[in-house]
């Protein structure tokens, strides 16, 4: 768990950096430019908006409920995943150590589904404001960002075991994409509700 948390920071930090803020722009024109906008600051821009858009009617420039629909979707698709590495990890003729990842990958995607169920209930629990809200946004950041240190587990878990190129890896990889994505919405509502207090 200490390592995993160790990962969790270096992770997080890799996001941070990768994703600046987003410098004051004009107000976007429409819902979907909103979504492109906030895109352009995740890692995979393409994937974001492509896999977004079609939410921007619910979104309606919301920068808190567009966080709750990068959560959902990123859930949702872990979901969809979760079940064919079950499955792979009943049937797939495997060496041992392959197998013991596949199996490990399982629990991993498991905790990283409640992680992602913790971090999208306090999104829709913010009640505080201040200090509160800041509490409860970092909470938000901490769930999600765990999420995907158990993900980035799973497919190191993987690698030199012959299943990094493998279909598998692949949708993995999407699933973690679309946590990387709601994680960059976080850091821009967490940098929104202003600086840590001292
Ligand atoms: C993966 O499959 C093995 C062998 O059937 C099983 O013992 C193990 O519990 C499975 N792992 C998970 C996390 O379900």
Known sequence: MRSLRLIFVTILSLFLTAAPAPAPAPAPASNAEFIHANCEHTLYPEVCY???????????????????????????????VSPYLENLNRTAQLEPRALAALSDCVSYFSQAEQNMRDSLKQMQQLTGTGEELRYQLDNVLTWIGYARTYQ?????????EGVSNSDV???????KEATSIAIAFVATLVDKAGPVLP
Do not use: H, M, P
Not at 153 to 158: E, Q, Y
């Open 50 to 80: 492509q896999s977004l858009k079609r939410y921007a009617n619910v979104v309606k420039k919301d920068l808190s409920r567009l966080v709750q629909v990068s959560i959902g979707v990123s859930l949702t698709r872990s979901k969809l």
């Open 152 to 160: 980035e587990s799973c497919t190191d878990g993987f690698e030199g």
């Open 169 to 175: 890896f692949g949708r993995v990889e999407q699933v």
